[in-house]
DNA sequence: GTCTATACAAGGATAGAC
DNA sequence: GTCTATCCTTGTATAGAC
């Protein structure tokens, strides 16, 4: 019934729970999800779920911030493979952040962070600081390795890593919008995008800087 | 008191009370914003909202449809400006996504479509006909005159358009999801990030595929 | 078109027995 | 830890006078 784990290794009443909330949770947002209907869903009655957690929005921060370690091991692990060279590295690393973007519980919460963001601050600043924030930083030290390696050649690291988070995170927004269409993937195909992008990131980076300003400069060249 | 305009010219009290539950709607989402606090911002009594508008929902689906026209109205001029050089044209034209999804209203309406889009369906297919899908076909055409004439060389053209839309709408996202901090410019400056994307942008189109090609294959190379 | 008054449902949360 | 029963607030929406 729940598509995704629920770390931790709690009593299984809670975590049978969070699961539960979880998927109302992002299937119907804060405000219109009912402690009745999670409660409902997890087999107990209403008063017993203020045993687990003393209010709606208790409940909500843990859901919204459970799984970041889960969700963030695969790229670490790409990060410190040393059998990888640095193009393979980047490339499994981009698949890796679309997984844990448009696959874990935790990035399918970002529209939710947004919606709950000036009410309950506290949980937009630990969704930042626990999981996005960590996506940046080893993403940045691998391009960082790239870099010192000779793998790779660019300025605009800013603009880079919004060129290859960007697309992504506005992946996973538009999946939650469209989600009552027919078919999501018609309108945005993610296999191909992934591809596609993965291919025009390696080509940023691949050191084209030289040859791109020589031929961006033909006024002045004889 | 609302800092944007609310197209069309029926009676102004129509236009005040759309004006005052988009801005409240942007601040607080659908469900946690009560037709009571519209109606005291709009300065009339609850029961008289439900003389313009028969339900919470028709109120929003007004509010979320509303301003297209104007939004895309600067994109569409650049793609239409004779005197522009396609590359002066491609950047102009980024700017004005820029514009129309992080300053507009019907811009930062995009994490409430979501929020809204399993229970109010026909409202994201509005949003995706009428704002989402528009801007695709004028930033396509400008590729596609670039193309044309030259200007541009890609393939790609999929992964292309998600590298142009996709870190603008992420960053509309998180402006909403991080719209508590203190500071939300220092976790996404968006001038820097504007200006280093238009270029890399534009380094993506002028063609460096060939020379690409061949500084990627030193193995067998002498 | 705007008001006062009200119907009616649903939601979050608590009390207290077992 | 779980239950039943209940409190109290808030929300959407309507009725009907002016």
Redesign the interface.
Known sequence: MVPFEIEGDGPSRRRLILAEATRIFL??????TAMSEVAKASGIQKASLYHHFPSKEALFVACATNGFADALADLEAIRNDPDLGDDDRLRRAVDAVYRINLDSACGQM??L???????I?TV??A??EGFIYKQHIVMGGIIDDGLARGSFVTR?R???E??I???????A??R??????DDVDA???VD??R???A??LL??M????E??RA??VPKGAP
């Open positions: 299937e119907k947002g804060f405000s219109a970002a529209p962070i947004a919606e709950v963001s000036r009410t601050p937009a600043r969704f930042y605009e800013l603009g880079l919004q060129m988070f960007g697309p992504i995170v506005s992946l927004l538009e939650e919008m469209f989600a009552a269409f309108v945005r195909p191909q995008i591809e596609e992008h291919t025009l080509r940023l691949k050191g084209d800087t040859t791109t031929t961006r």
